[in-house]
């Protein structure tokens, strides 16, 4: 079974703070993504690697940044964490190519941001 | 950006009926994808049909497709508790990012 773990369910911070949230997959997956998940808005992507090193921007980068430097490990980072940021994160993780690009989903972390 | 619309957006129906849930979407696709979430907890694929294939079945689930329609339902038989979810489409395209939905949320009631 595919298993993508997440490093914290719940997470509290407070304002200005360095956040990193971290995520693992054991599939040899070469995509992995980081979305948060807001009620009413759904699911948007934050950002996507689909290699060691390699990043793209998803639709909401602004106040994130990412760091892969092994092909399992996703990390999210929030530089200076803002309330705004409170919201469920969700990290996946697919094979690389369209044609079987379903996505294997974390258990998601509930950062607050006080 | 945001590609599939589901509707309804709730839906409340008696155990053992059968729930059916819609989603429309905007431009051509690769493949369209459903998931389930469970409150507060990630989301789990259900089945994926690609853009060649018209209908798919997988347990009790069933799921159809109409690209002329840009459109996709997702239909659960003989509905149980344990199927009390939020349920997304995903649109695939050729590159390897899906598009999520904002979600119907199931209730399966007693």
């Known amino acids: 079974d595919v298993k993508v773990t997440q490093s914290s369910r719940y997470l509290v911070k407070r304002t200005g703070e360095k956040v990193f949230l971290e995520c693992v997959q054991d599939m040899d997956h070469e995509n992995m993504f980081w979305y948060r998940q807001d009620p009413g808005l759904g699911l948007r992507l934050i950002y996507f690697s689909y290699d060691v090193k390699m990043k793209e921007k998803g639709d909401i980068p602004e106040g994130y940044s990412v760091s892969r430097e092994k092909k399992e490990r996703f990390s999210l980072i929030l530089e200076s964490a803002s309330t705004n940021q409170t919201s469920m994160y969700l990290c996946a993780s697919s094979f690389l190519g369209s044609s079987r690009n379903e996505q294997f989903f974390g258990p998601g972390t509930r950062l607050t941001v006080l | 950006s945001q590609q599939g619309e589901e509707d309804p957006q709730a839906l409340s129906i008696q155990e053992g009926e059968n729930a059916t849930m819609n989603c429309s979407y905007k431009?051509?696709?690769?493949?369209l994808q459903w998931y389930r979430q469970n409150s507060g907890r990630g989301l789990v694929h259900l089945i994926l049909?690609?853009?060649?294939?018209r209908e798919k079945h997988s347990g009790r689930l069933r799921v159809t497709l109409d690209t002329s329609k840009k459109s996709s339902s997702l239909l659960i038989t003989a509905s149980r508790a344990a199927d009390t979810a939020s349920y997304f489409c995903a649109t695939g395209s050729r590159d390897d990012k899906i598009i999520f939905g904002k979600g119907t949320r199931l209730h399966i009631l007693p």
């Open positions: 049909i690609r853009s060649n294939e």
């Open positions: 431009t051509s696709i690769n493949n």
